[in-house]
């Protein structure tokens, strides 16, 4: 993969894709983790001689069209303020640093148009893929642009990649692997990588209930379909799995519902599992501050709703605390460091979800593939 130290930029244009991809309340940015995470690589071309920034990226899912629901305009208020300096905003904006409107509204993009392709790349003399959270999808700004101009990844997605590789390849023992979230179908990869190269893989979340179901418990009306207990009976039984012990169980998917301990594993009629309990989050705890490397990909429980966020905080302070290094990746756990307010105690807060998981599946990421 072609860096920043292999391509020159000094009196070039760079047409650089971002991953702005932020969540809005209304117009306002509710979190600007990732615009911050494309700073370093800005800063360096701006340093390095560039002429001039012409920046991509996506905002949400619109469909292929204009929509006012996700435009970019608050982004480029948001990055002007953290560079210090004017960005122009508009596909017919011109200045030192350029802000396209979201390249999302353009229906080629998502079918890596090549007449698409041809436009940005017409708008600059070298291409910088800086979007690890879009790396893993072959688009018109992602993997058709880079094989028309000369490229190179930028520095985030320089640090996703080797962090993901490198704590793969050889982390530091024991090797402790947290996986949360909804489905096991979903992460079927993720998880079988994981028990090949961990020395130990923690279960939580809505994912624990196939595993339990498999092992004939009753899981009531937590969220636990038939095509993922097959999942997870496949993998067992495995040593290196570790399922909760004990549960905090609600009546509905709600935070003023009624709420029970369960000193066990079998859930009444009735009642839905929404968090580990106590003595996972000790357990798993444990597990965590004697580890060599951690990575986590997933909540431990429903931790948007207060009455179940214990098991997935008791896990990012386990995290935070721990001597191992430790990469947080997928967009809820990221969302609970910063939640918590620890995400400046993790070693490396990775900015992409599917990318995350496609990267640790063995999978390889065309946005990646396209720079080499």
């Given at each position: 993969?072609?860096?920043?130290?292999?391509?020159?930029?000094?009196?070039?244009?760079?047409?650089?894709?971002?991953?702005?991809?932020?969540?809005?309340?209304?117009?306002?940015?509710?979190?600007?983790?990732?615009?911050?995470?494309?700073?370093?690589?800005?800063?360096?071309?701006?340093?390095?001689?560039?002429?001039?920034?012409?920046?991509?990226?996506?905002?949400?899912?619109?469909?292929?069209?204009?929509?006012?629901?996700?435009?970019?305009?608050?982004?480029?208020?948001?990055?002007?303020?953290?560079?210090?300096?004017?960005?122009?905003?508009?596909?017919?904006?011109?200045?030192?640093?350029?802000?396209?409107?979201?390249?999302r509204f353009e229906p080629g993009e998502t079918k890596n148009d090549p007449e698409l392709a041809r436009r940005?790349?017409?708008?600059?003399?070298?291409?910088?893929?800086?979007?690890?959270?879009?790396?893993?999808?072959?688009?018109?700004?992602?993997?058709?642009?880079?094989?028309?101009?000369?490229?190179?990844?930028?520095?985030?997605?320089?640090?996703?990649?080797?962090?993901?590789?490198?704590?793969?390849?050889?982390?530091?023992?024991?090797?402790?692997a947290v996986v949360g979230g909804a489905k096991v179908t979903d992460k079927i990869g993720v998880l079988k990588?994981?028990?090949?190269?961990?020395?130990?893989?923690?279960?939580?979340?809505?994912?624990?209930?196939?595993?339990?179901?498999?092992?004939?418990?009753?899981?009531?009306?937590?969220?636990?379909?038939?095509?993922?207990v097959e999942a997870a009976r496949a993998l067992l039984p495995d040593d290196k799995l570790l399922l909760p012990?004990?549960?905090?169980?609600?009546?509905?998917?709600?935070?003023?519902?009624?709420?029970?301990?369960?000193?066990?594993?079998?859930?009444?009629?009735?009642?839905?599992?929404?968090?580990?309990?106590?003595?996972?989050?000790?357990?798993?705890?444990?597990?965590?501050?004697?580890?060599?490397?951690?990575?986590?990909?997933?909540?431990?429980?429903?931790?948007?709703?207060?009455?179940?966020?214990?098991?997935?905080?008791?896990?990012?302070?386990?995290?935070?605390?721990?001597?191992?290094?430790?990469?947080?990746?997928?967009?809820?756990?990221?969302?609970?460091?910063?939640?918590?307010?620890?995400?400046?105690?993790?070693?490396?807060?990775?900015?992409?979800?599917?990318?995350?998981?496609?990267?640790?599946?063995?999978?390889?990421?065309?946005?990646?593939?396209?720079?080499?």
């Open positions: 993969m072609k860096t920043l130290d292999d391509l020159a930029v000094e009196g070039k244009r760079v047409l650089v894709r971002v991953d702005f991809n932020v969540p809005l309340q209304g117009s306002a940015i509710a979190d600007d983790t990732r615009i911050r995470g494309a700073l370093p690589t800005l800063r360096e071309l701006r340093e390095k001689g560039a002429a001039q920034l012409v920046l991509v990226s996506h905002l949400g899912r619109p469909k292929g069209e204009p929509d006012p629901t996700y435009t970019l305009a608050p982004v480029a208020q948001r990055l002007a303020e953290l560079l210090g300096t004017e960005v122009a905003f508009g596909d017919d904006a011109d200045g030192e640093i350029v802000l396209l409107e979201n390249i940005l790349a017409a708008r600059a003399d070298v291409y910088v893929n800086d979007a690890f959270g879009a790396a893993h999808r072959a688009h018109a700004s992602t993997e058709g642009v880079a094989r028309l101009l000369p490229h190179a990844a930028g520095r985030l997605l320089q640090r996703e990649v080797e962090t993901m590789e490198g704590i793969l390849a050889d982390p530091a023992r024991p090797f402790v990588r994981f028990l090949e190269v961990a020395d130990q893989v923690l279960i939580g979340g809505a994912m624990a209930f196939p595993f339990l179901k498999a092992q004939g418990h009753e899981v009531g009306g937590s969220l636990c379909a038939d095509d993922d012990v004990d549960l905090v169980l609600g009546r509905a998917f709600d935070a003023d519902t009624e709420t029970q301990a369960l000193d066990g594993l079998d859930v009444p009629d009735g009642w839905m599992g929404l968090d580990v309990g106590p003595r996972t989050a000790a357990l798993y705890g444990e597990q965590i501050a004697a580890a060599g490397t951690v990575c986590w990909n997933g909540p431990m429980g429903a931790f948007e709703l207060a009455p179940f966020a214990a098991g997935t905080k008791a896990v990012a302070e386990a995290v935070a605390r721990t001597d191992a290094t430790t990469v947080v990746g997928g967009g809820d756990s990221v969302a609970a460091v910063v939640q918590f307010g620890l995400s400046d105690q993790v070693d490396h807060v990775s900015t992409g979800g599917g990318a995350s998981l496609e990267l640790i599946e063995g999978k390889s990421l065309p946005g990646v593939e396209a720079l080499s």
